[in-house]
């Protein structure tokens, strides 16, 4: 799921389980690198958690309000609130273990 910053700050409110947003831009090589791997995951646990995506280029102010400063970025969100971050490219074993951490 793609958000903008409307349908960013309304999933925040209203969604009961954890969102795990990937914060990417088009031009990032291992922002690529890490999409089928966040494809794949979300396929494994969309029942459970909520995975999104937000472009920092079309949506600059979330990426702000976020102090998103390199991408990837990673953010697990908990009742709408900040819970885990994870900067740059790592294994999938590494985001499988934070998704599970979480799960309800």
Do not use: Q
């Not at 990032?28 to 646990?45: D, G, N, Q, T, V």
């Not at 976020?66 to 590494?94: C, N, Q, S, W």
């Amino acid at each position: 799921m793609n958000l903008d910053a409307t349908s960013f700050k309304s999933l925040l409110k209203s969604e009961s389980r954890p969102i795990l947003v990937d914060f990417w831009a088009e031009w990032c090589a291992p922002c690529r690198m890490l999409a089928p791997i966040f494809e794949k995951l979300s396929e494994k646990y969309s029942d459970r958690m909520v995975f999104a995506k937000v472009n920092v280029d079309e949506c600059p102010d979330i990426a702000e309000d976020y102090g998103i400063m390199a991408v990837p970025t990673l953010i697990l969100f908990v009742d709408g609130t900040e819970v885990e971050r994870i900067v740059g490219l790592v294994p999938e074993k590494h985001i499988e273990s934070l998704i599970k951490r979480y799960l309800k």
